[in-house]
């Protein structure tokens, strides 16, 4: 009778499930290990294993699983799981293991690991694996990322197909939103606190036009070139709409795909105008974001189309910073 192929899953626990994995008989208990041993004319066969271990993410983006445990045959063993990464979740990361059997020929299935999502201190992208008593193992990705077009997180990296060893492009989009920090950008997924990316970044210009519509920061990003280890440094560019709010704060808007906007809310600490546009110094609530000067033109949003009018003599009017302004 034609071999069926083992079938891989990952439990709860994100342990590796492997069934039908032996058609010869057992001769080595597995005891440290959840297993089903079924017997069939005197000899015992080994069903499913559910093996402990350590993940990682192999430089061809493979996930590798090292068996851990002492009373076990597998014990100190290593298993690649080939395939591509894919269904980037806030606390999840699928992945499609490729199969192949004597009877289909080539297959796959898709196993999920739960976690979280960390940069690293090179300011590369980690999912790190739950495991038992708080602890993590961490699959590092060593390709660099960008930004695309909606503020979102691109991580491209190149495969090698197993049979062929021709070398395909693969591509992950994270769906998020960009805070700003002092000394950070940080790129939070909806939906979960658990997962986010702090990155250290340092602002390119303090002295922004609202016009212009985007934010740069400078980022240095650690990333792995044929078995190298290189540094890259990145100008990392949001963009988005300068809005002066009517309770007298200064928001940024920025576009996500979908239509999704989030908008960072700026204090304005001093005003400053002169000839047809003013300037903004802001600051963030409690010291958390960044200080920025923005220079405005009159008309800064053409959807609300709100005028500024700098006078002192104005009916209606509030002090910011000492200078006297009127919507």
Do not use: C
């Not at 990333?223 to 290189?230: A, F, G, H, L, P």
């Not at 300068?242 to 204090?267: I, P, Q, T």
Request: glycine letters at 8%; proline letters at 2%; charged letters at 30%.
């Amino acid at each position: 009778m034609p071999k069926k192929s083992p079938q891989i899953s990952i439990d709860s626990r994100n342990r590796l499930v492997i069934t039908n994995l032996f058609t010869e008989t057992v001769k080595t208990p597995w005891s440290s290990y959840k297993t089903i041993v079924t017997e069939s004319r005197g000899k015992r066969r080994l069903e499913r294993i559910v093996l402990d271990g350590r993940w990682s993410l192999t430089p061809d983006h493979d996930l590798k699983f090292h068996v851990l445990g002492t009373n076990s045959q597998a014990s100190g063993k290593t298993i690649i799981l080939g395939g591509d990464l894919e269904r980037i979740g806030p606390t999840s990361l699928g992945f499609r293991v490729r199969l192949s059997d004597n009877i289909s020929g080539l297959s796959s299935n898709t196993v999920q690991l739960t976690g979280k999502w960390r940069a690293d201190s090179y300011n590369r992208l980690t999912f790190n694996v739950a495991k038992s008593r708080g602890s993590y193992d961490i699959l590092r990705f060593r390709a660099a990322w960008k930004l695309n077009k909606s503020n979102e997180i691109v991580y491209k990296y190149e495969k090698t197909l197993y049979v062929t060893k021709r070398k395909i492009e693969r591509t992950l989009i994270f769906k998020g939103y960009w805070q700003l920090r002092k000394d950070r950008i940080v790129y939070s997924f909806e939906g979960t606190n658990a997962s986010f990316f702090a990155f250290r970044a340092a602002l390119q210009s303090r002295s922004l036009r609202a016009s212009d519509g985007k934010i740069k920061y400078q980022i240095g990003i650690g990333y792995s070139s044929q078995k190298v280890y290189k540094r890259t440094r990145e100008t990392i560019t949001i963009y988005g709409k300068w809005k002066l709010n009517r309770d007298f704060s200064v928001g940024f808007e920025a576009e996500y795909s979908g239509r999704k906007k989030h908008e960072l809310k700026f204090l304005v600490e001093k005003l400053i105008g002169e000839s047809g546009k003013f300037t903004v110094s802001l600051k963030g609530v409690k010291g958390e974001l960044p200080e920025f000067d923005v220079t405005f033109t009159k008309v800064f949003t053409s959807d609300a189309e709100l005028f500024l009018a700098l006078s002192k003599r104005a009916e209606e009017t509030r002090i910011v910073g000492g200078v006297r302004v009127k919507f």
